[in-house]
């Protein structure tokens, strides 16, 4: 008795099988659903494998799913299947049973193994095998599919462009800005912090000197960052110019308020 691992429900054509794999790795097939499909009697083939020198050998008992729960039944490796079915008198089956011995006898095996090892569980022709064919719907499905190709490489290729593109843009913006970046004047809120730092430091500077101090202060940041306004100091100097301003007013309070 061997134990099952795994079950599959085949279409043979128009037949359901059930096939099990071992917990020896072989694949069988339920004799029953063989018998059942091609309309003889098991018993008497249960009784004809046993005896059978090799047939006997690919023979087991194995738990089996059905419709009324889990049952053990007769199984038979589907290496044996042709064998088998070679050994069975045609003029004891059923009517237009033959032809179908011989599509047994044929590919059944083959279908039956594959479902194991392919996931294919039919025994119809695949895909690739038709479109091998010549015929209208053939030729018609491999030009749609050559259409499709073009296309995805047409997508591929537009995607990569319109990205480099983007990439590109956004290295110009950056290159502008820096270009731009010089040119560009202080804000009109930094050009109010530069005043407001200006006065403070004139204010202390004219109580020590008792002059007005304002033009001189403006003038001293006007000739070191080579301005004629403090409006016109570039953004990019701000920083530099509070800076200087600040250790100004430092210099003549000991704090340093901005």
Known sequence: MIETVEQKTVLFYEDELVAVRGDDGQVYVSLAHMCEVMGIDRRSQVRRIRQHVVLGEGYNLGDVDTAGGRQQ?????????????ATLDTSRVGDGIEEKLVRYQKEAAKVLWEAFQEGRLTAAPTLDELLKSDSPAAQAYRMAMAI??????????????????????????????????????????????????????????SKKTGRNEYGGVYGELYRRFEITSYKLLPASRFEEAMDFLNKWYGSLTGEAPF
Not at 199 to 204: F, G, I, L, N
Request: hydrophobic share 45%.
């Open 73 to 85: 039944m007769g199984l038979l490796r589907v290496d044996l299947v042709p064998m088998w079915l």
């Open 148 to 205: 499709a190709d073009l296309a995805r490489t047409q997508l591929l290729f537009e995607s990569q462009v319109e990205s480099r593109l983007e990439d590109y843009e956004q290295r110009l913006e950056q290159l502008e800005a820096r270009i731009d970046e010089p040119r560009r004047t202080v804000s009109s809120s930094q050009a109010s912090q530069l005043s407001q730092a200006v006065k403070a430091v004139a204010m202390q500077l």
